[in-house]
C-alpha cells in the first residue's frame, strides 16, 4: 500500500470514528470505538516523524492529527461528563452540541500538532512564524510572506523547495476553505516550525 493509499485509510478511518463516537455518546448501551480509534492511532504514529512523506503529504497528515487531537480532547470531555453527569449546564451544552474546535488548544504531543506557540513576525529564531489567513484570494502578501518563510526555512534545513508560488498559493487557498468549512472557524493560522529535524508547515482553526 503506498503512502497516499494509507493516508487515505486513515482519513476514512478518521471519518467514520467520528461517526461512532457520534453514536456511541448518543446512545448509553453502546461501547466506545476503541478498535476503530486503535487503527487511526497506529497510522498516526506509523508517520509520526514525516521522513518518507512529501510536502503535501506531510501536510495532509499534520491536518488529520491536529483534526484527531481537537477531536479525542472533546471525546474525553464528554466522556467524563458522561461518567460523573452533569454539574453545570455548559456540560449539558458540551454533550449535545460540542465545542467550537478553535476555542481551545488541540495539543497531542505523540503526533507533534498543537498550538503554535509565539508567532514571529520576521521569522527569527524567537519563534515560529505565523500568518492567519481568511480569504487567500485577498490576502496575497501573507501568502508571499509565508511562502517565503517556509522556503527560507527549508534551504536553511537542507531540505529541498518545491513548487512556486502561484502554485502555493492555490494549495494555501484550497486548505483555508477545507479547513474553514471542516471547523466552521472564521480564519486558519498557519505556522512554519522546526520539528524533529524537519521544517513543518503546520495549520490551526482560529475563531
Known amino acids: ?49 514525516g521522513s518518507k512523506m512529501n510536502f503535501s503529504q506531510r501536510y495532509r497528515y499534520n491536518e488529520m492529527a491536529q483534526r484527531y487531537a481537537i477531536y479525542s480532547d472533546l471525546w474525553r470531555k464528554k466522556s467524563r461528563i458522561r461518567e460523573e453527569g452533569y454539574r453545570r449546564p455548559q456540560d449539558a451544552l458540551l454533550s449535545v452540541q460540542g465545542v467550537r474546535e478553535g476555542q481551545h488548544e488541540a495539543a497531542h504531543h505523540v503526533y507533534g500538532v498543537g498550538h503554535a506557540g509565539a508567532s514571529s513576525k520576521d521569522g527569527s529564531d524567537n519563534g515560529p512564524f505565523a500568518v492567519e489567513c481568511s480569504d487567500v484570494s485577498a490576502e496575497r502578501e501573507k501568502v508571499e510572506t509565508l511562502f517565503k518563510a517556509l522556503s527560507e526555512a527549508k534551504t536553511k534545513a537542507g531540505e529541498p523547495v518545491s513548487g512556486n508560488l502561484d502554485s502555493f498559493a492555490s494549495f494555501v487557498q484550497k486548505k483555508t476553505s477545507q479547513i474553514r468549512k471542516e471547523y466552521g472557524c472564521h480564519s486558519v493560522e498557519y505556522t512554519v516550525e522546526m520539528q524533529d529535524g524537519h521544517v513543518r508547515l503546520k495549520a490551526k482553526a482560529k475563531v
Request: net charge negative; hydrophobic share 40%.
Open 1 to 49: 500500500m503506498t503512502i497516499d493509499e494509507e493516508l487515505n485509510l486513515l482519513d476514512s478511518n478518521l471519518r467514520r470514528l467520528k461517526i461512532e463516537y457520534e453514536i456511541f455518546f448518543s446512545n448509553p448501551a453502546k461501547r466506545p470505538p476503541n478498535d476503530l480509534e486503535w487503527k487511526v492511532l497506529n497510522l498516526l504514529r506509523k508517520f509520526s516523524d
